[in-house]
């Protein structure tokens, strides 16, 4: 079975610091997805970024980039220039390459807080 | 909201009470499926549904049925409600057969007393 870690439960910096949320997953798998997905206060799961197992490429969404290290099993996030709506908790998650199931294995969650 | 809506928002229900929590999408998406997060976690799959007629379990699905009569549809039905079903349910849906990130409903918070 596939398992996700945070291993920060909290972080919290200063408005335009660059924050790096940890992820790691444990899988025999070779072929599958990790997202990271963020909660604000309102309770709405939003997707942030995605990244393919098979893709050397770090993915990136505008002030978002992950650096995705496949042998080390690690995912994590970095948010550039924070801004205060990026209060949340952010959620790592993995999803196995099959088309038939769709199940997000999800990590614990971080919770930041982006202080003015 | 990913073109999902769940309703209700809100529901508070007494032990041994039954009830519908009902997902509805309109964009004719084959991909459905139900969370629940529990304070302090992540979400975790109850049932998902690869289409209209085809359902199955995930990791957490005792004490819930699912049934998928119509693409739009995928209702989670709470057959008899305890404490430990508290929690906040999201429905999920996948857009198209070759994707493969779901995308969330806003939510259902629902207390069991």
């Known amino acids: 079975a596939q398992t996700v870690t945070q291993s920060q439960p909290e972080m919290s910096v200063q408005e335009a610091e660059t924050v790096t949320l940890s992820c790691t997953y444990d899988t025999s798998e070779n072929n599958y997805y990790l997202f990271w997905y963020k909660q604000p206060p309102s309770r709405q799961m939003i997707l942030v970024i995605r990244?393919?197992?098979?893709?050397?490429q770090n993915a990136t969404e505008n002030r978002f980039s992950v650096n995705f290290q496949k042998a080390a099993k690690s995912f994590s996030l970095k948010i550039s220039d924070s801004q205060l709506g990026d209060t949340a908790m952010y959620f790592c998650a993995f999803m196995k390459q099959n088309q038939g199931a769709q199940k997000l294995v999800f990590g614990q969650g971080t919770r930041l807080t982006i202080n003015p | 909201n990913a073109g999902v809506t769940q309703t209700p928002k809100f529901q508070v229900l007494k032990t041994g009470q039954s009830m519908t929590l009902q997902c509805a999408q309109d964009?004719?998406?084959?991909?459905m499926s139900w969370y629940r997060q529990d304070p302090g976690m992540g979400l975790r799959l109850i049932h998902y549904?690869?289409?209209?007629?085809?359902?199955d379990q995930g990791e957490v699905p005792n004490g819930y049925n699912v049934s998928r009569s119509t693409t739009e549809d995928f209702p989670l039905r709470l057959l008899s409600a305890a404490p430990s079903q508290t929690s906040v349910y999201f429905c999920?849906?996948?857009?198209?057969?070759?994707?493969?990130?779901?995308?969330f409903g806003p939510g259902t918070r629902l207390t069991v007393l």
């Open positions: 549904s690869v289409g209209a007629g085809i359902t």
């Open positions: 964009m004719n998406h084959e991909y």
């Open positions: 990244q393919e197992a098979y893709k050397q």
């Open positions: 999920a849906i996948r857009r198209g057969r070759n994707t493969d990130t779901q995308y």
